[in-house]
């Protein structure tokens, strides 16, 4: 399995950017869905996460500015990121539990990660 992060780049504070996270392989079933994001010297944060029927949750630092949402047809995350601020600059993440065709026990997988950088 493996999750492929995109959609990261540069923009000025007040802009949005999309990430997407693609998973592929031969996946069973994906339950849980994050995005997490890293800041140089800080410790991971996790930013949302969606579960498989579609219930989100999100760091109180990005309520009412970022949406995440998931295409299950397309084993896909997204998230959404408006009206950015320079402390939302980070490598973002994202995160899935999934099962496969070979291992029917939940494992957590983890893409490269993307880089947001929010100017002033």
């Known amino acids: 399995v493996q999750l492929q992060a995109c959609g990261g780049g540069l923009v000025q504070a007040g802009g949005s950017l999309r990430l997407s996270c693609a998973a592929s392989?031969?996946?069973?079933?994906?339950?849980?869905m994050r995005w997490y994001r890293q800041a140089p010297g800080k410790q991971r944060e996790l930013v949302a996460d969606?579960?498989?029927?579609?219930?989100?949750n999100y760091a109180d630092s990005v309520k009412g500015r970022f949406t995440i949402s998931r295409d299950n047809a397309k084993n896909t995350v997204y998230l959404q990121m408006n009206s950015l601020k320079p402390e939302d600059t980070a490598v973002y993440l994202c995160?899935?539990?999934?099962?496969?065709?070979?291992?029917?026990?939940?494992?957590?997988?983890w893409g490269r990660g993307t880089q947001v950088t929010v100017s002033s």
């Open positions: 392989g031969t996946i069973r079933s994906i339950y849980a």
């Open positions: 995160n899935a539990i999934i099962t496969t065709m070979t291992v029917p026990t939940p494992v957590n997988y």
């Open positions: 969606i579960t498989s029927g579609g219930m989100t």
